[in-house]
């Protein structure tokens, strides 16, 4: 027992946070990287369409593209018929930018049986191996030679080998260097970039690039696998490798936001986005050509984050990990000159951004006035200027139309709004429970706005810029157009080319908190825990409770008094299941802390030590924590602020209503952040629930100190209902 309850102490005493501390009036410091690519590898119009809109066509440097090694070159040394018809489809879609400059790589995803026995051999055809499988190099540079003359025009990079630490087909760094060495020496690449290989493990870049560092002018890799961990080690370390050789750091195939950040922070010049650069890659690639005010990473979870003010004086703040690797982890943004908005809910010092493995990381905007609203977990009516009517939608199935009509107060005219942590909101309809969506994904100017199950799709996705008088532009995540009401009599809500009229902006108006749940529990604990709510929720006491009035709280009266203890014997209250099973809550209570060990419970809500959600009033790094998990401790996301003050009564609520949480202490907004985890998820088709106040779901010491007036909501209260309840009687 008193080794399982080591462990567990050790586990949830990890970081709970990254503190990125900067100024928001700073002057900062230039951290670019300055030369950027789209890619058709993925050779999807979406992707590439999608990524010049975001980045800007002046950001696009390069586009790169494909050489084909499934068919051997014909008898007059050209690249065969399938090779041109990809090339002419990539070559299509590099012209969407225009006339920029091609970079070229080899497509090592196409799979052939070339032998005809049924087998997939690989992506290589065997005219180009010799008997060991690597690249013959007279042929391979024959090969690249001639998708040059098809292309027609000279080649900015070329990158002779991609991922040869994972796919077969191409050979050994040896092999590199004999093809890097014949093209050096070749006409048609003599003004080229030469790429080392971009290996799909960090871990294995410096090997392939020092057999060949000699001839490559660039090193590069990317970060998909780590073959023994340390992603974020290799990756740095190769950086700063590659420039104290002389040559320069570049990513061919970026997956994640932490690539370009760390590869910001430390010297790497550049780098091709792969797939779609969307609105946080975006935000991302002109952010970094501004200031760098304040930077955090925590390598051994491939977390990192920065705050950037981009050129036309934007603040963001940044945060990723590597697209396949990355547990959840939260960065705590703390602005040091002053309080600030970020993303519209302020005026506080400190929000906080979660990261996990995905490939687009998350932004928030950082302001000095509220610019965009505070729009996430809260119920609103969306209202045109023109006519000052409302978005409803017009029946309940799929398909049906979104318009406008008077305000009815209806619930098909309310929408819950949703923001992801790459800046997209989604529009949830009240009466119905579909989201708002671009009809049959259409990107045409006068393209039906209409109601379908949520997906989370792209098409349902909405993204604002501010207009004027608290109006906004709301623009579709899928088409980027924007959200308009036609002036016909169906009044239909469609999407359209910038018009600069009144039928495109929108304002958003706050239903009120009353609609949105109940008070589900109030323990006064006036002799027992009772519940004294509607719901009669009825708590139990383990231990010597004690129920006391000579130290009373703000609200008078007696109050529960717990004197500590570890988990298998410490005091504390046992709460009903289902007490915190909903999607949005809030907590509230007057506590009084004694202080004493680290990671005391407030309360523990959850099944187990895989799945919970708590309020220590210190964790191990001293910081008050709220914590939530469906998964264990390693994949917890947190808000963290002060410790708690010790020897005198604090009221401290938590709400967290849609992706949004926030902590306030004695009625005041101390920090708020996203949080992607409600609470319905941890109770989620579980038979044993366990809901404690001031006992651990781990063998973590019992809570000591005084609570009283403990509250559980399951919506999200506002400011002013939360001051309410902060009040000295």
């Known amino acids: 027992m008193l080794l399982a309850s080591a462990f567990m102490l050790a586990g949830i005493s990890a970081v709970?946070?990254?503190d990125i501390h900067f100024e928001f009036n700073g002057e900062g410091e230039s951290k670019a990287m300055t030369h950027w690519g789209v890619d058709t590898a993925w050779p999807s119009p979406d992707?590439?369409?999608?990524?010049?809109?975001?980045?800007?066509l002046e950001q696009v440097d390069v586009v790169r593209i494909n050489f084909f090694m499934f068919e051997p070159l014909d008898e007059n040394g050209e690249i065969g018929p399938e090779s041109k018809a990809f090339i002419d489809n990539q070559l299509s879609l590099?012209?969407?930018?225009?006339?920029?400059?091609?970079?070229?790589?080899?497509?090592?995803?196409?799979y052939r049986d070339y032998d005809g026995d049924g087998q997939v051999d690989g992506p290589t055809h065997p005219y180009y191996l010799d008997e060991n499988g690597n690249a013959i190099p007279e042929r391979w540079l024959a090969l690249m030679e001639a998708t040059q003359k098809y292309i027609g025009q000279p080649i900015h990079a070329l990158e002779i080998f991609n991922e040869p630490d994972y796919w077969v087909g191409m050979g050994t760094p040896q092999t590199l260097r004999e093809i890097m060495l014949l093209t050096a020496q070749s006409p048609v690449f003599a003004e080229t970039e030469l790429h080392a290989a971009s290996t799909l493990c960090s871990c294995s870049a410096q090997y392939w690039y020092d057999a060949v560092a000699d001839v490559a002018t660039h090193g590069t890799l990317h970060q998909l696998a780590s073959w023994g961990g340390n992603g974020s080690e290799f990756y740095i370390n190769f950086i700063e490798h590659v420039k104290a050789n002389g040559d320069i750091p570049y990513n061919d195939e970026l997956h994640s936001m932490a690539e370009v950040l760390y590869g910001a922070e430390y010297g790497m010049q550049g780098g091709i986005w792969w797939a779609d650069a969307l609105l946080t890659r975006g935000k991302l690639v002109n952010a970094v050509q501004g200031k760098?005010?304040?930077?955090?990473?925590?390598?051994?979870?491939?977390a990192t984050g920065a705050v950037y003010r981009a050129p036309d004086g934007e603040v963001y703040g940044f945060a990723g990990s590597?697209?396949?690797e990355g547990p959840n982890h939260s960065f705590r943004y703390?602005?040091?000159?002053?309080?600030?908005?970020?993303?519209?809910?302020?005026?506080?010092?400190?929000?906080?951004?979660?990261?996990?493995?995905?490939?687009?990381?998350?932004?928030i905007n950082i302001d000095e006035e509220p610019v965009v609203p505070a729009l996430d977990g809260y119920t609103w009516k969306i209202v045109n200027k023109a006519g000052n009517r409302v978005i409803e939608a017009e029946g309940l199935d799929n398909g049906a139309n979104l318009r406008t009509a008077k305000d009815s107060d209806s619930s098909s005219q309310k929408w819950k709004i949703s923001r992801s942590r790459d800046g997209y909101l989604s529009f949830i309809n009240v009466g119905t429970g579909k989201s708002a969506d671009v009809y049959e994904w259409s990107t045409s100017d006068g393209g039906?706005?209409?109601?379908?199950?949520?997906?989370?799709?792209l098409n349902q996705k909405w993204w604002l810029e501010p207009a004027e008088e608290g109006y906004f532009y709301i623009r579709s995540g899928h088409s980027n157009l924007y959200l308009e009401d036609v002036k016909t009599h169906s009044k239909n809500v469609i999407q359209g080319e910038f018009n600069d009229s009144d039928r495109q902006q929108w304002k958003f108006q706050l239903v009120e908190d009353s609609q949105n749940g109940e008070l589900v529990a109030h323990y006064q604990f006036e002799g027992d825990a009772s519940d004294s709510s509607a719901a009669l929720n009825h708590g139990s006491g383990s231990g010597s409770i004690s129920y006391d009035d000579s130290n009373p709280a703000e609200n008078q009266g007696q109050y529960l008094e717990l004197s500590g203890g570890w988990d298998w014997w410490g005091e504390h209250i046992q709460l009903p299941s289902d007490i915190a099973n909903s999607e949005d809550i809030t907590i509230a209570s007057w506590i009084n802390w004694q202080g004493g060990a680290a990671l005391q419970r407030v309360f523990d809500f959850g099944i187990d030590t895989n799945r919970y959600m708590f309020?220590?009033?210190?964790?191990?790094?001293?910081?008050?924590?709220?914590?939530m998990t469906t998964q264990s401790w390693w994949d917890e996301q947190s808000m963290v602020t002060q410790a708690l003050p010790t020897n005198e009564w604090v009221h401290i609520a938590i709400t967290l209503g849609g992706n949004t949480a926030k902590i306030y202490i004695n009625g005041q907004l101390q920090v708020a952040g996203y949080m992607f985890i409600n609470p319905s998820d941890i109770y989620a088709d579980a038979q044993n629930q366990q809901n404690f106040i001031g006992r651990s779901q781990w063998g973590d010491p019992t809570f000591i100190g005084s609570i009283d007036d403990f509250r559980i909501y399951n919506y999200a209260l506002n400011a002013d209902a939360i001051a309410e309840l902060a009040e000295v009687n």
Do not use: C
Request: glycine share 10%; no cysteine; hydrophobic share 40%.
């Open 16 to 18: 709970s946070a990254q």
């Open 94 to 110: 590099a012209a969407l930018a225009g006339a920029v400059p091609i970079a070229l790589t080899p497509a090592t995803g196409e």
């Open 334 to 363: 703390i602005s040091d000159d002053q309080a600030v908005y970020f993303e519209g809910i302020g005026p506080i010092k400190e929000f906080m951004m979660p990261t996990w493995a995905d490939p687009h990381g998350g932004y």
């Open 448 to 457: 039906n706005i209409a109601q379908w199950d949520n997906f989370n799709s």
């Open 47 to 56: 992707n590439v369409r999608q990524s010049i809109f975001h980045m800007g």
């Open 322 to 324: 590597f697209e396949r």
């Open 615 to 627: 309020l220590t009033p210190a964790d191990a790094d001293g910081k008050m924590r709220f914590s």
């Open 292 to 302: 760098r005010l304040g930077y955090g990473e925590l390598r051994w979870k491939d």
